[in-house]
């Protein structure tokens, strides 16, 4: 079933085993989570937006042959190209045949997550290309040969000092710099010289719009637009759920988005690009790679609808405990672990359980996936489908065995009383009882459930109890 | 070197569209995303100023168009290096912006300046229509940037922004919202990432 896939609750506990630096993360990131939350409130018509967002993507989803076909056309007719990928392997295939029509041999990316999806950097290397990230935490974990391990905080989860050795490797900064001022001025200087050598610049989108063939992107460093403007030649990569109808739906999204993703009222660059500069080329590649396959699943295609602003990963009590790289998937945390699972169950079981169902993913949501009840739901399927792991199948199954019973269960809950109250801690606690590695078992009570409930309320013969209050 | 034909882009294309239309979806209609109850400032000056403070820019304000580029040539005066300006009743500044990007003439740029078509309040962004190839890339390259915007322009939220743009045609247009920055190291906010190191917004009357 799954071979050298590791699983979310070991990749945790590595990541937990650093009592300092979990809850240095978990802080880092509620940090975010109460930017975005007063971001959010200075806005009072807040959730007639989400609503809006919400509907907006359903009819998107629902129309999206047609204006994916209306944004083909009217993205030609102002002078861009128009490719289309099915899989993450024709996205890398096209993108490589464009950059040998242009002769290309040095790139400049900005932050992108479909050509992380894609794997695109180090199929690029592989046929000779040097890609260079340019989104400041991009590059970082790119000089670390790390994945991102946030969607829109790439190293969120490196220290300065560690930002400092690597700086100091790679670009020669002093040893022990670690002021982020400094650090930052050094990638700079660094990545100005990259952006005036490129020959071409690659960079997602956040939105294309059909009505207009426009692409829009987002960002705060302003690396997509030097990487945009600077090359002859442009490349955007884009999922196909990334379309908007009409302009003035960008209104509803840039409103969102932002807000929900850093807490800033917007970010500092939203680029509209129409049709390519003056004397240069725009190649946009839209890819499908798995979406109309989501877009079948009723219960998940709301799925779809997402922006990427990460504000579920950063209100998310397991996503901040146990650090991106746990989830082992492009986007970690709540939306990761619908879209991974959906898309490869095999080696992404492990990521619907590594969730409480608190909800909160839910309520910040800024287009309204009701990202818990998909998780839960998720894990059902990955029952019905046999992808849960062994312990877990087999303890279910246990347990329905036993439930059915009703006097086997009874005595076996009797033992449990007891083997509570009498067992020694060490019995208890031992290597079967992943529950009690980092809280304590309860109270045993004095009698079952059921043994209080023919006291007080079984026989209605027999006259209740008075309450005593 | 010979180039290899695209992977059958058609083909694909077909693919998809067809697996799209496989599945007939019921949705509900496209909602007016235009009007609705939006948030209307008191003084949508005052907003638009304290917002650009918080993203890092600043605001000045002038009475009339002529005292703004008065300033502005003082400004250009005392940027010590070399600047551009793109306006509607003129350009200025050592660096013309018209003609083909050479990045030997704008990357030293200091100090750049371009007219502003809308000033949001709800999140101080501006506007600009920077077509003009030089220009797109002053905007980026310079180590500070000034927008001009008359205060007539000020609009409370993107949905009145949306509303007035109305792109129809080749272009690159932008909102900019305070100087270029960072956060990805520790969250520590650095102003000054790859674009400008500093950001104002001139509202004239």
Redesign the interface.
């Known amino acids: 079933m799954k071979a050298a896939t590791l699983d979310h609750p070991e990749l945790a506990a590595t990541f937990t085993s650093d009592n300092e630096r979990t809850h240095w993360h978990d802080q880092?990131l509620w940090?975010?989570r109460a930017k975005r939350d007063r971001a959010a409130s200075s806005?009072?018509?807040w959730e007639?937006l989400r609503e809006?967002a919400s509907?907006?993507k359903?009819?998107t989803?629902?129309?999206?042959?047609e204006l994916?076909?209306k944004f083909e056309q009217e993205a030609t007719r102002?002078?861009a190209r128009v490719?289309?990928?099915?899989t993450a392997e024709?996205h890398n295939?096209?993108v490589l045949?464009?950059l040998?029509?242009h002769?290309a041999t040095h790139v400049v990316k900005s932050k992108s997550m479909l050509t992380e999806e894609c794997h695109l950097n180090p199929f690029l290397e592989r046929n000779g290309i040097e890609v260079i990230d340019?989104?400041?935490?991009e590059r970082?974990v790119q000089l670390r040969h790390e994945p991102p391990s946030h969607i829109v905080?790439?190293?969120?989860h490196?220290?300065?000092e560690e930002?400092g050795t690597t700086f100091h490797e790679h670009l020669g900064t002093p040893a022990g710099l670690a002021d982020?001022?400094a650090?930052?001025?050094a990638a700079?200087v660094h990545?100005?010289e990259r952006?005036?050598d490129a020959e071409v610049g690659i960079t997602g989108a956040n939105f294309a719009v059909a009505e207009?063939g426009?692409i829009v992107v987002c960002t705060?460093?302003?690396?997509a637009?030097?990487g945009a403007?600077?090359p002859n030649v442009h490349i955007v990569c884009v999922g196909?759920e990334k379309l908007v109808?009409?302009?003035?739906?960008?209104?509803?999204y840039?409103?969102l988005l932002a807000r929900s993703a850093?807490g800033?009222?917007?970010?500092?660059?939203?680029?509209?690009?129409?049709?390519?500069?003056?004397?240069?080329k725009l190649e946009i590649v839209?890819v499908?790679n798995g979406r109309?396959t989501l877009?079948?699943d009723e219960e998940f295609?709301d799925a779809l609808h997402c922006i990427r602003c990460g504000a579920c990963m950063n209100t998310c009590p397991v996503y901040r405990r146990s650090g991106g790289h746990s989830y082992q998937s492009t986007v970690p945390g709540p939306i990761g672990s619908v879209l991974s699972p959906k898309q490869a169950p095999a080696s992404h079981q492990s990521l619907p359980f590594a969730c409480s169902l608190c909800g909160s993913c839910t309520d910040v949501c800024p287009v309204k996936i009701p990202l818990h009840h998909q998780l839960l739901a998720l894990r059902r399927q990955l029952a019905d489908t046999h992808h849960v792991a062994a312990s877990k199948r087999w303890s279910m199954s246990m347990c329905a065995w036993l439930m059915s019973y009703p006097r086997l269960f009874s005595g076996v809950g009797a033992l449990a009383r007891w083997s509570l109250a009498h067992l020694p801690r060490f019995v208890l606690y031992g290597r079967h009882n992943s529950w009690g590695r980092a809280r304590e078992l309860p109270d045993p009570p004095s009698t079952s459930f059921r043994a209080w409930y023919a006291a007080h309320r079984g026989h209605p013969s027999r006259p209740r109890p008075e309450r005593s209050h | 070197m010979t180039v290899p034909e695209l992977p059958s882009s058609d083909r694909s294309r077909q693919a998809i569209l067809d697996r799209l239309r496989s599945r007939v979806l019921s949705a509900p209609p496209l909602p007016d995303t235009a009007k609705g109850p939006w948030v209307a400032y008191d003084d949508p000056a005052q907003q638009f100023e304290t917002v650009l403070s918080t993203v890092g820019g600043s605001c000045r304000w002038f009475d009339d168009r002529q005292a703004l580029e008065g300033a502005l040539r003082e400004e250009f005066k005392a940027a010590g290096g070399p600047t551009a300006c793109w306006l509607s009743t003129g350009s200025s500044g050592s660096v013309d912006l018209r003609g083909a990007i050479d990045r030997a003439s704008l990357e030293p740029l200091a100090v750049v300046a371009a007219e502003g078509r809308l000033a949001v309040a709800e999140n101080a962004a501006v506007w600009v229509d920077a077509s003009l190839p030089r220009l797109r890339a002053a905007l980026f390259l310079a180590q500070r940037m000034i927008l001009i915007v008359p205060r007539s322009s000020l609009v409370n939220t993107m949905h009145e922004a949306y509303e007035q743009l109305r792109i129809s045609g080749v272009g690159f247009g932008i909102f900019i919202s305070g100087p270029s920055k960072t956060a990805d190291i520790e969250q520590s906010l650095v102003i000054g990432a790859h674009g400008v190191r500093s950001q104002q917004v001139w509202l004239h009357a």
């Open positions: 880092a940090f975010v806005i009072p018509e007639y809006l509907k907006v359903q009819h989803i629902a129309n999206l042959p994916l076909e102002l002078g490719h289309w990928a099915r024709e295939q096209i045949q464009l040998r029509e002769h340019t989104d400041l935490g970082i905080l790439p190293a969120i490196i220290k300065k930002v982020p001022q650090l930052t001025e700079r990545l100005r952006f005036l207009t426009g705060n460093e302003g690396n637009d030097l403007v600077l196909i109808p009409r302009l003035q739906d960008l209104a509803v840039t409103r850093t800033q009222p917007i970010t500092a660059y939203t680029s509209h690009f129409h049709g390519p500069r003056p004397g240069g839209l499908d109309s877009r079948d295609r």
